[in-house]
């Protein structure tokens, strides 16, 4: 099993950075392909980033060029640097572990852009 837990959200000014992280403990980190999802109040979860083993990336259309995804397996975390921040990328931001047909998830942190 994997524990995620994430860090680094809050309040950002449009224009402004944020870097997220999520600790993982409890397993083989380097082994599993991580992502960022996220949730808005009413809105349906949506990928943000995934990186694999590899360190392969993709990225929704909606992040490129704005958000970089990077994993330290040394130090078992995964981050998500997010610059020009806009108000739409306001939520929930959540860390995820998958290997095969196991997918383990964080509690959240919250990121919320307004002036």
């Known amino acids: 099993q994997v524990q995620l837990v994430e860090s680094g959200g809050g309040l950002v000014q449009p224009g402004g950075s944020l870097r997220l992280s999520c600790a993982a403990s409890g397993s083989i980190f380097s082994t599993y392909v991580m992502a960022w999802y996220r949730q808005a109040p009413g809105k349906q979860r949506e990928l943000v980033a995934r990186?694999?083993?590899?360190?392969?990336?993709i990225y929704a259309d909606f992040v490129k060029g704005r958000f970089t995804i990077s994993r330290d397996n040394a130090k078992n975390t995964l981050y998500l640097q997010m610059n020009s921040l806009k108000p739409e990328d306001t939520a929930v931001y959540l860390c995820n572990a998958a290997l095969g047909f196991d997918t383990y998830w964080g509690q959240g942190t919250q990121v919320t852009v307004s002036s």
């Open positions: 990186i694999t083993r590899g360190s392969s990336t």
